[in-house]
Protein backbone atom coordinates (compact mmCIF):
# COMPACT_ATOMS: atom_id res chain seq x y z
CA UNK A 1 0.00 0.00 0.00
CA UNK A 2 0.76 3.65 -0.52
CA UNK A 3 3.12 4.92 3.22
CA UNK A 4 1.39 7.84 4.33
CA UNK A 5 3.04 10.64 6.46
CA UNK A 6 1.11 10.18 9.40
CA UNK A 7 2.23 5.97 9.53
CA UNK A 8 5.99 7.32 10.53
CA UNK A 9 4.45 9.22 13.75
CA UNK A 10 2.06 5.50 14.27
CA UNK A 11 5.23 3.78 14.06
CA UNK A 12 7.50 5.92 16.11
CA UNK A 13 4.53 5.83 19.27
CA UNK A 14 4.23 1.92 19.01
CA UNK A 15 7.87 1.01 19.05
CA UNK A 16 8.53 3.43 21.74
CA UNK A 17 5.68 1.25 23.71
CA UNK A 18 7.33 -2.19 22.62
CA UNK A 19 11.04 -1.01 23.17
CA UNK A 20 10.01 -0.80 27.17
CA UNK A 21 9.86 -5.17 27.23
CA UNK A 22 7.31 -4.48 29.54
CA UNK A 23 5.40 -7.73 27.41
CA UNK A 24 5.58 -9.84 24.37
CA UNK A 25 5.45 -7.30 20.84
CA UNK A 26 2.27 -8.86 19.62
CA UNK A 27 0.16 -8.23 22.52
CA UNK A 28 1.77 -4.59 23.18
CA UNK A 29 0.75 -4.28 19.01
CA UNK A 30 -2.65 -5.42 19.52
CA UNK A 31 -3.50 -3.42 22.05
CA UNK A 32 -2.18 -0.70 20.31
CA UNK A 33 -4.35 -1.20 17.08
CA UNK A 34 -7.31 -1.45 18.99
CA UNK A 35 -6.92 1.75 20.88
CA UNK A 36 -6.62 3.13 17.09
CA UNK A 37 -9.65 1.34 15.73
CA UNK A 38 -9.39 4.07 12.22
CA UNK A 39 -5.72 2.39 10.91
CA UNK A 40 -7.04 -0.04 8.26
CA UNK A 41 -5.47 -3.29 7.67
CA UNK A 42 -2.98 -2.11 5.29
CA UNK A 43 -1.83 0.11 7.29
CA UNK A 44 -1.78 -2.16 10.66
CA UNK A 45 0.43 -4.05 7.90
CA UNK A 46 2.95 -1.42 7.33
CA UNK A 47 3.06 -0.02 10.93
CA UNK A 48 3.52 -3.96 12.90
CA UNK A 49 6.29 -4.80 10.25
CA UNK A 50 8.29 -1.89 10.71
CA UNK A 51 8.19 -2.28 14.58
CA UNK A 52 9.16 -6.03 14.50
CA UNK A 53 12.06 -5.11 11.92
CA UNK A 54 13.75 -2.92 14.64
CA UNK A 55 13.46 -5.69 16.57
CA UNK A 56 14.80 -8.38 14.65
CA UNK A 57 17.79 -5.80 13.90
CA UNK A 58 17.75 -2.85 17.51
CA UNK A 59 21.41 -3.91 17.81
CA UNK A 60 22.30 -2.86 14.25
CA UNK A 61 19.50 -0.25 14.00
CA UNK A 62 20.53 1.53 17.23
CA UNK A 63 24.48 1.87 15.89
CA UNK A 64 22.73 3.57 12.24
CA UNK A 65 20.70 5.47 14.29
CA UNK A 66 23.94 7.44 16.59
CA UNK A 67 24.18 11.03 15.37
CA UNK A 68 20.99 10.92 12.90
CA UNK A 69 18.60 13.92 12.87
CA UNK A 70 15.77 14.15 15.04
CA UNK A 71 15.01 11.58 18.22
CA UNK A 72 16.22 8.09 18.25
CA UNK A 73 13.12 6.55 18.26
CA UNK A 74 11.91 8.25 14.86
CA UNK A 75 15.37 7.22 13.57
CA UNK A 76 14.64 4.24 14.39
CA UNK A 77 11.32 3.75 13.30
CA UNK A 78 12.80 5.61 9.74
CA UNK A 79 15.26 2.48 9.74
CA UNK A 80 12.20 -0.01 10.02
CA UNK A 81 10.18 1.56 7.63
CA UNK A 82 13.06 1.73 4.82
CA UNK A 83 13.57 -1.35 5.71
CA UNK A 84 10.08 -2.86 4.89
CA UNK A 85 8.54 -0.30 2.75
CA UNK A 86 11.50 1.17 1.00
CA UNK A 87 13.47 4.40 1.00
CA UNK A 88 11.57 5.88 -2.05
CA UNK A 89 8.18 5.30 -0.29
CA UNK A 90 9.78 7.16 2.86
CA UNK A 91 11.32 10.23 1.27
CA UNK A 92 8.18 12.66 0.32
CA UNK A 93 7.76 12.57 4.21
CA UNK A 94 11.19 13.49 5.06
CA UNK A 95 13.10 16.70 6.02
CA UNK A 96 16.36 17.13 4.04
CA UNK A 97 18.52 16.19 7.32
CA UNK A 98 16.76 13.39 7.38
CA UNK A 99 16.79 12.39 3.46
CA UNK A 100 20.81 12.87 3.84
CA UNK A 101 21.29 10.27 6.92
CA UNK A 102 18.65 7.58 5.12
CA UNK A 103 20.97 8.24 1.74
CA UNK A 104 24.04 7.67 3.94
CA UNK A 105 22.72 4.52 5.86
CA UNK A 106 21.84 2.96 2.91
CA UNK A 107 25.13 3.04 1.22
CA UNK A 108 26.78 1.46 4.06
CA UNK A 109 27.71 -2.50 3.28
CA UNK A 110 26.67 -4.10 6.36
CA UNK A 111 29.70 -6.56 6.23
CA UNK A 112 31.89 -3.46 7.60
CA UNK A 113 29.94 -3.30 10.98
CA UNK A 114 31.56 -5.17 13.70
CA UNK A 115 30.16 -8.71 14.02
CA UNK A 116 28.40 -8.57 17.04
CA UNK A 117 26.15 -5.87 16.41
CA UNK A 118 25.57 -7.11 12.76
CA UNK A 119 24.58 -10.69 14.43
CA UNK A 120 21.71 -9.03 16.35
CA UNK A 121 22.14 -10.49 19.15
CA UNK A 122 22.67 -10.05 22.94
CA UNK A 123 26.20 -11.27 24.45
CA UNK A 124 24.82 -14.03 26.57
CA UNK A 125 23.14 -15.58 23.42
CA UNK A 126 26.29 -14.85 21.11
CA UNK A 127 28.16 -16.82 24.02
CA UNK A 128 25.85 -19.66 24.52
CA UNK A 129 25.43 -20.17 20.42
CA UNK A 130 29.22 -19.64 19.94
CA UNK A 131 30.40 -23.05 21.31
CA UNK A 132 28.07 -24.96 19.37
CA UNK A 133 28.58 -22.76 16.07
CA UNK A 134 32.04 -21.67 13.91
CA UNK A 135 31.25 -18.13 13.13
CA UNK A 136 30.71 -18.24 9.75
CA UNK A 137 27.71 -20.77 10.69
CA UNK A 138 26.25 -18.91 13.76
CA UNK A 139 26.19 -15.28 11.23
CA UNK A 140 24.26 -17.72 8.75
CA UNK A 141 21.78 -18.53 11.80
CA UNK A 142 21.68 -15.30 13.10
CA UNK A 143 20.67 -13.96 9.69
CA UNK A 144 18.30 -16.59 9.61
CA UNK A 145 16.98 -15.49 12.80
CA UNK A 146 16.31 -11.92 11.49
CA UNK A 147 13.81 -13.26 8.71
CA UNK A 148 10.66 -13.19 9.24
CA UNK A 149 9.14 -16.81 8.92
CA UNK A 150 7.09 -18.29 6.04
CA UNK A 151 3.64 -19.46 6.34
CA UNK A 152 3.71 -23.05 6.99
CA UNK A 153 0.26 -25.11 7.00
CA UNK A 154 -0.92 -28.81 7.82
CA UNK A 155 -3.16 -30.92 5.63
CA UNK A 156 -5.17 -33.00 7.56
CA UNK A 157 -5.57 -36.19 6.37
CA UNK A 158 -9.03 -36.60 8.07
CA UNK A 159 -10.42 -34.40 5.34
CA UNK A 160 -8.15 -33.54 2.84
CA UNK A 161 -5.14 -34.74 1.15
CA UNK A 162 -1.79 -32.66 0.86
CA UNK A 163 -2.17 -32.05 -3.00
CA UNK A 164 -6.26 -31.59 -2.03
CA UNK A 165 -5.17 -28.62 0.05
CA UNK A 166 -2.08 -27.42 -2.98
CA UNK A 167 -5.69 -27.06 -5.31
CA UNK A 168 -7.85 -25.49 -3.69
CA UNK A 169 -5.27 -22.93 -2.61
CA UNK A 170 -4.48 -22.43 -6.15
CA UNK A 171 -8.15 -21.90 -6.77
CA UNK A 172 -7.83 -19.28 -4.29
CA UNK A 173 -5.14 -17.51 -6.14
CA UNK A 174 -2.36 -18.14 -3.16
CA UNK A 175 0.88 -19.78 -4.48
CA UNK A 176 2.20 -22.81 -2.47
CA UNK A 177 4.14 -25.92 -2.42
CA UNK A 178 4.86 -28.84 -0.34
CA UNK A 179 7.70 -28.71 2.67
CA UNK A 180 10.60 -30.59 2.26
CA UNK A 181 10.50 -32.73 5.16
CA UNK A 182 6.97 -32.81 6.73
CA UNK A 183 4.93 -35.37 4.73
CA UNK A 184 1.81 -33.22 5.09
CA UNK A 185 3.28 -29.56 5.28
CA UNK A 186 2.30 -26.61 2.79
CA UNK A 187 4.36 -23.46 2.61
CA UNK A 188 2.44 -20.62 1.18
CA UNK A 189 3.96 -17.49 -0.13
CA UNK A 190 2.70 -14.59 1.38
CA UNK A 191 0.50 -13.87 4.17
CA UNK A 192 -2.96 -14.33 2.73
CA UNK A 193 -6.38 -14.22 4.75
CA UNK A 194 -6.84 -17.95 4.51
CA UNK A 195 -9.19 -17.89 7.94
CA UNK A 196 -11.62 -16.83 5.18
CA UNK A 197 -11.13 -20.42 2.90
CA UNK A 198 -13.60 -22.92 2.83
CA UNK A 199 -10.37 -25.45 2.81
CA UNK A 200 -9.43 -23.74 6.34
CA UNK A 201 -13.16 -23.18 7.80
CA UNK A 202 -14.24 -26.91 6.82
CA UNK A 203 -10.78 -28.30 8.99
CA UNK A 204 -8.34 -29.18 5.52
CA UNK A 205 -5.68 -27.20 6.94
CA UNK A 206 -4.44 -25.76 10.49
CA UNK A 207 -1.23 -23.21 10.43
CA UNK A 208 1.52 -25.02 11.88
CA UNK A 209 5.47 -24.43 11.31
CA UNK A 210 7.06 -27.73 9.54
CA UNK A 211 9.42 -28.45 12.61
CA UNK A 212 6.27 -28.33 14.63
CA UNK A 213 5.03 -31.08 12.62
CA UNK A 214 8.09 -33.00 12.30
CA UNK A 215 7.89 -32.80 16.10
CA UNK A 216 4.69 -34.78 15.93
CA UNK A 217 6.27 -37.16 13.49
CA UNK A 218 8.73 -38.20 16.04
CA UNK A 219 6.04 -38.83 18.87
CA UNK A 220 5.50 -41.75 15.77
CA UNK A 221 1.37 -42.08 17.12
CA UNK A 222 0.14 -45.24 16.02
CA UNK A 223 -3.83 -46.41 15.78
CA UNK A 224 -5.51 -47.42 18.81
CA UNK A 225 -3.26 -46.26 21.42
CA UNK A 226 -3.07 -43.90 24.50
CA UNK A 227 -1.34 -40.63 24.04
CA UNK A 228 -0.83 -37.76 26.39
CA UNK A 229 -0.17 -34.22 24.87
CA UNK A 230 0.99 -33.42 28.19
CA UNK A 231 1.49 -29.20 27.94
CA UNK A 232 -0.92 -29.30 24.59
CA UNK A 233 -1.11 -25.22 24.87
CA UNK A 234 -4.01 -24.47 21.66
CA UNK A 235 -3.25 -27.91 20.38
CA UNK A 236 -1.34 -27.93 17.19
CA UNK A 237 0.51 -30.91 17.91
CA UNK A 238 -2.65 -32.87 19.52
CA UNK A 239 -4.40 -32.54 16.22
CA UNK A 240 -1.32 -33.53 14.39
CA UNK A 241 -1.20 -36.28 16.42
CA UNK A 242 -4.83 -37.43 16.55
CA UNK A 243 -4.82 -37.43 12.60
CA UNK A 244 -1.54 -39.79 12.56
CA UNK A 245 -4.10 -42.25 15.27
CA UNK A 246 -6.92 -41.84 12.15
CA UNK A 247 -9.17 -40.55 15.10
CA UNK A 248 -8.68 -44.17 17.20
CA UNK A 249 -7.07 -44.72 20.46
CA UNK A 250 -7.80 -41.97 23.03
CA UNK A 251 -5.67 -38.76 23.37
CA UNK A 252 -5.52 -36.45 26.27
CA UNK A 253 -5.32 -33.01 25.17
CA UNK A 254 -3.59 -31.74 28.92
CA UNK A 255 -2.77 -28.01 29.77
CA UNK A 256 -2.75 -25.89 33.13
CA UNK A 257 -4.48 -22.79 30.90
CA UNK A 258 -8.17 -22.94 30.43
CA UNK A 259 -7.75 -19.95 28.34
CA UNK A 260 -5.07 -21.74 26.20
CA UNK A 261 -7.68 -24.77 26.12
CA UNK A 262 -10.40 -23.10 24.73
CA UNK A 263 -8.34 -22.09 22.04
CA UNK A 264 -8.20 -25.80 21.13
CA UNK A 265 -12.45 -26.54 21.03
CA UNK A 266 -12.69 -24.51 17.26
CA UNK A 267 -9.90 -26.19 16.32
CA UNK A 268 -10.94 -29.63 17.23
CA UNK A 269 -14.69 -29.11 15.63
CA UNK A 270 -13.03 -28.09 12.37
CA UNK A 271 -10.81 -31.24 12.61
CA UNK A 272 -13.02 -33.88 12.89
CA UNK A 273 -11.62 -35.70 15.47
CA UNK A 274 -13.33 -37.80 17.70
CA UNK A 275 -10.69 -39.20 19.72
CA UNK A 276 -9.54 -36.14 21.58
CA UNK A 277 -10.04 -35.39 25.21
CA UNK A 278 -8.87 -31.95 26.79
CA UNK A 279 -8.33 -31.84 30.31
CA UNK A 280 -7.78 -28.75 32.47
CA UNK A 281 -4.76 -29.83 35.22
CA UNK A 282 -3.59 -27.82 37.99
CA UNK A 283 0.00 -28.56 37.66
CA UNK A 284 2.32 -31.30 36.87
CA UNK A 285 1.74 -32.95 39.95
CA UNK A 286 -2.43 -33.07 39.54
CA UNK A 287 -4.16 -36.14 40.62
CA UNK A 288 -5.99 -36.72 37.10
CA UNK A 289 -2.63 -37.88 36.23
CA UNK A 290 -1.98 -40.33 38.47
CA UNK A 291 -4.69 -41.89 37.87
CA UNK A 292 -3.23 -42.37 34.25
CA UNK A 293 0.18 -44.01 35.59
CA UNK A 294 1.95 -46.58 33.98
CA UNK A 295 -1.02 -46.95 31.11
CA UNK A 296 0.30 -44.71 28.22
CA UNK A 297 1.72 -45.54 25.64
CA UNK A 298 3.79 -42.21 24.06
CA UNK A 299 3.72 -38.88 25.57
CA UNK A 300 4.69 -35.52 24.37
CA UNK A 301 6.20 -33.12 26.75
CA UNK A 302 6.48 -29.87 24.35
CA UNK A 303 8.23 -28.40 27.86
CA UNK A 304 7.68 -24.27 28.47
CA UNK A 305 11.18 -22.72 27.47
CA UNK A 306 12.43 -19.74 26.24
CA UNK A 307 10.87 -19.88 23.27
CA UNK A 308 14.58 -18.50 21.54
CA UNK A 309 14.12 -20.80 18.47
CA UNK A 310 10.62 -18.66 17.60
CA UNK A 311 12.99 -15.94 17.44
CA UNK A 312 12.02 -15.39 13.44
CA UNK A 313 8.03 -14.80 14.79
CA UNK A 314 8.90 -13.18 17.99
CA UNK A 315 12.06 -11.34 17.93
CA UNK A 316 11.54 -9.48 21.20
CA UNK A 317 12.48 -12.62 22.99
CA UNK A 318 16.21 -12.25 22.61
CA UNK A 319 15.96 -8.76 24.31
CA UNK A 320 13.03 -10.12 26.84
CA UNK A 321 15.27 -13.28 27.77
CA UNK A 322 18.04 -13.40 30.52
CA UNK A 323 20.27 -16.00 31.71
CA UNK A 324 18.29 -15.69 35.13
CA UNK A 325 15.33 -16.63 32.74
CA UNK A 326 16.56 -19.43 31.46
CA UNK A 327 18.03 -20.84 34.79
CA UNK A 328 14.82 -20.43 36.81
CA UNK A 329 12.61 -22.53 33.75
CA UNK A 330 15.45 -25.56 34.01
CA UNK A 331 14.25 -26.85 37.14
CA UNK A 332 10.56 -26.29 36.03
CA UNK A 333 11.21 -28.25 32.65
CA UNK A 334 12.65 -31.49 34.85
CA UNK A 335 10.06 -31.65 37.41
CA UNK A 336 7.71 -31.53 34.12
CA UNK A 337 9.36 -34.35 32.47
CA UNK A 338 9.85 -35.99 35.82
CA UNK A 339 6.07 -35.85 36.43
CA UNK A 340 5.42 -36.61 32.69
CA UNK A 341 7.18 -39.92 32.53
CA UNK A 342 5.26 -41.66 35.23
CA UNK A 343 2.45 -41.78 32.65
CA UNK A 344 4.86 -44.23 30.70
CA UNK A 345 4.37 -47.99 30.35
CA UNK A 346 7.18 -50.39 29.97
CA UNK A 347 7.98 -50.21 26.73
CA UNK A 348 6.07 -47.11 25.86
CA UNK A 349 8.18 -43.81 24.19
CA UNK A 350 8.54 -40.16 25.89
CA UNK A 351 9.53 -37.60 23.91
CA UNK A 352 10.72 -34.44 25.49
CA UNK A 353 10.60 -30.97 23.53
CA UNK A 354 11.20 -27.22 23.73
CA UNK A 355 11.39 -24.54 21.00
CA UNK A 356 14.85 -23.41 22.37
CA UNK A 357 18.15 -23.04 20.80
CA UNK A 358 19.91 -23.41 24.19
CA UNK A 359 21.80 -26.77 25.38
CA UNK A 360 21.03 -25.66 28.78
CA UNK A 361 16.64 -26.03 27.85
CA UNK A 362 17.69 -29.11 25.59
CA UNK A 363 20.80 -31.59 26.22
CA UNK A 364 20.99 -30.73 29.30
CA UNK A 365 17.84 -31.65 30.86
CA UNK A 366 17.58 -35.19 28.81
CA UNK A 367 20.87 -35.80 30.12
CA UNK A 368 19.94 -35.05 34.11
CA UNK A 369 16.95 -36.93 33.63
CA UNK A 370 18.91 -39.71 31.84
CA UNK A 371 20.95 -40.19 34.85
CA UNK A 372 18.08 -39.75 37.45
CA UNK A 373 15.96 -42.49 35.86
CA UNK A 374 18.04 -45.42 34.85
CA UNK A 375 15.03 -47.49 33.69
CA UNK A 376 14.41 -45.02 30.50
CA UNK A 377 17.00 -45.01 27.13
CA UNK A 378 17.31 -42.99 24.53
CA UNK A 379 16.38 -43.71 21.14
CA UNK A 380 18.14 -42.00 18.48
CA UNK A 381 16.25 -39.65 16.73
CA UNK A 382 17.17 -40.54 13.33
CA UNK A 383 16.30 -44.30 14.07
CA UNK A 384 13.11 -43.02 14.72
CA UNK A 385 12.23 -40.35 11.49
CA UNK A 386 14.12 -43.76 9.04
CA UNK A 387 11.00 -45.71 10.33
CA UNK A 388 8.43 -42.90 9.32
CA UNK A 389 10.06 -42.52 5.54
CA UNK A 390 11.24 -38.77 6.91
CA UNK A 391 14.59 -38.45 5.12
CA UNK A 392 16.40 -35.61 7.08
CA UNK A 393 19.89 -36.15 8.41
CA UNK A 394 19.49 -36.42 12.55
CA UNK A 395 22.18 -37.57 15.07
CA UNK A 396 20.55 -38.71 18.86
CA UNK A 397 18.50 -35.77 19.26
CA UNK A 398 16.17 -33.89 16.60
CA UNK A 399 17.96 -30.60 16.35
CA UNK A 400 16.62 -28.32 13.72
CA UNK A 401 17.28 -24.91 12.98
CA UNK A 402 15.74 -21.96 10.55
CA UNK A 403 19.76 -21.41 8.56
CA UNK A 404 19.68 -25.41 7.96
CA UNK A 405 16.15 -26.77 7.74
CA UNK A 406 14.07 -23.10 7.16
CA UNK A 407 11.99 -24.34 10.44
CA UNK A 408 12.28 -22.84 14.05
CA UNK A 409 14.71 -23.90 15.82
CA UNK A 410 13.33 -27.28 17.48
CA UNK A 411 14.94 -29.86 19.89
CA UNK A 412 13.50 -33.04 20.74
CA UNK A 413 14.53 -36.06 22.21
CA UNK A 414 12.70 -39.58 22.41
CA UNK A 415 13.01 -41.80 25.48
CA UNK A 416 11.42 -45.50 25.81
CA UNK A 417 10.89 -46.94 29.44
CA UNK A 418 12.56 -50.09 29.27
CA UNK A 419 10.21 -53.22 29.64
Request: proline fraction near 6%; include cysteine.
Given at each position: ?5 F ?18 A ?36 AH????G??S ?26 E ?18 I?L ?7 Q ?30 I ?19 A ?6 G?RV ?22 G ?13 E ?9 G??T ?49 K ?10 V ?22 S ?7 A ?6 LT???R????G?R ?12 N?A ?21 A ?16 H ?11 L??Q?
Open positions: MRLHGLIGQTETLLAEVLKLNGPDATTSRFFRAHPKLGHGERGVIAEAVFAVLRRRMEFLAEGAGPARRMALLGLMQTAGRTALKPFLSETSHWLEHVAKIDPESLPLRRNLPDWIYALSKRFEPAELAQLAAALNYPAPLDLRANPKASRDDVLNALSKAGIEGGTPFAPFVVGKPPLTKLDAFQHGWVEVQDESQLLCSLVAPKRGMIVDFCAGAGKLALGAAMRSTGRLYAFDISERRLAKLKPRLARSGLSNVNPVLIDSEHDSIKRLAGKIDRLVDAPCSGLGTLRRNPDLKWRQPESVAELPKQLSISASLVKKGLVYATCSILEAEEIVQQFLADHPDFALVPARDVLEQRIELEMGDYLSLWPRHATDGFFAAVERS
